[in-house]
């Protein structure tokens, strides 16, 4: 059994020394392992730091982006590399207790696919803390998951997933959702979080939104793909039923009350454009509908073409 460690990192040259004292020091147990450092454009001397390590340390590998990509980036070029059978990812600015593999190693050793880490303790600003917590329990309802902590750095992956799954853009915070479209089994467990010793936090509160759209995203590509009109006709209905509504009221008012429609005029107008709308969503459904038939036929030739040669 090997152990790959993925770790991104970006300007933490002061924590780096005492990272790699704690990493030797808890994967020694092991007989085979490696950890993979994404530089993502550090500036502050972490990639000379890194290189020089890498150098004296067959066990230490560097992957070195010329400019910052984001996290996605880096844990998808890590993931490439990594040939462990188990991978585990961590942050490397040292709130992440690498004491904490063991525990997540156990645990994929149980048979889980996928084990998440929950940071119940966090030693975090509250303007941090109180996002995040907004953010997973939205994420939790959208996706079905149900984990405490989607953005928690400390994870444990078996190979098959980190090979099958896809992470880019802002992705990354939602790879237990895209594990769990894949049907892999997921756990969690509490781990140890520890406060902030050098530097200040990477993350601002864009993030929120940028997460947001990002899961909208994995949403709309991974359950409607296949049928858009299930996802386009849902909001077509909704707009078609406002809209009747609203012109019987409309009528109501000219055949019942005996009241001139110039009178309601905003309100006629009003009903018309979301009966518009509600067409127009049935519409986007159906082009939907027919590019994805296009793509699967083109496919299903493709996989005939490669099966008979």
């Known amino acids: 059994m090997k152990i790959s460690i993925v770790i991104p990192v970006f ?8 990272l790699k004292g704690e990493l030797d020091k808890n994967l020694s147990a092991y007989p085979d392992w490696e950890v993979i450092f994404i530089d993502d454009g550090s500036s502050d001397g972490s990639t000379e730091y890194l290189a020089d ?8 590998k560097l992957i070195q982006f010329y400019r910052n990509y984001g996290k996605s980036a880096a844990l ?19 709130q992440d207790d690498p004491a904490e593999i063991s525990k997540l190693v156990g645990k994929l050793e149980e048979g889980w696919d996928l084990v998440s880490g929950w940071k119940k303790i966090r030693h975090d600003p509250i303007g941090k803390t109180l996002p995040s917590k907004l953010f997973n329990f939205i994420t939790r309802v959208m996706t079905g998951v149900k984990i405490h902590d989607f953005n928690c750095g400390l994870k444990g992956y078996k190979k098959s997933v980190v090979k099958s799954i896809e992470v880019f853009g802002g992705r990354h915070r939602y790879i237990p959702a895209l594990a769990g479209q894949r049907k892999f089994t997921i756990t969690e467990i509490i781990v140890n979080h520890r406060a902030r010793q050098f530097g200040e936090t990477k993350y601002g509160g864009s993030r929120l939104f940028h997460g947001f759209f990002d899961l909208i995203t994995i949403l709309f590509l991974n359950r409607y793909d296949q049928q858009p009109l299930h996802l386009f006709g849902f909001f077509g209905l909704i707009s078609l039923h406002l809209g009747l509504i609203v012109e019987c009221v409309v009528l109501y ?3 019942g009350l005996g009241e001139p429609f110039a009178k309601h005029m905003a309100l006629l107008m009003f009903g018309i454009m979301l009966i518009v709308i509600g067409i127009q969503f049935f519409s986007l459904g159906l082009l939907g509908e027919l590019m994805a038939r296009t793509a699967q036929g083109q496919e299903n030739r493709i996989r005939k073409i490669t099966h008979t040669g």
């Open 76 to 94: 998808s070029e890590g993931f490439k590399l990594a040939d462990g059978d188990y991978i585990i990812t961590m942050d490397a600015d040292l």
């Open 53 to 60: 390590l890498c150098a004296q340390d067959s066990h230490y």
């Open 11 to 18: 300007n933490e040259n002061e924590s780096l020394p005492d």
């Open 253 to 255: 008012f000219k055949y």
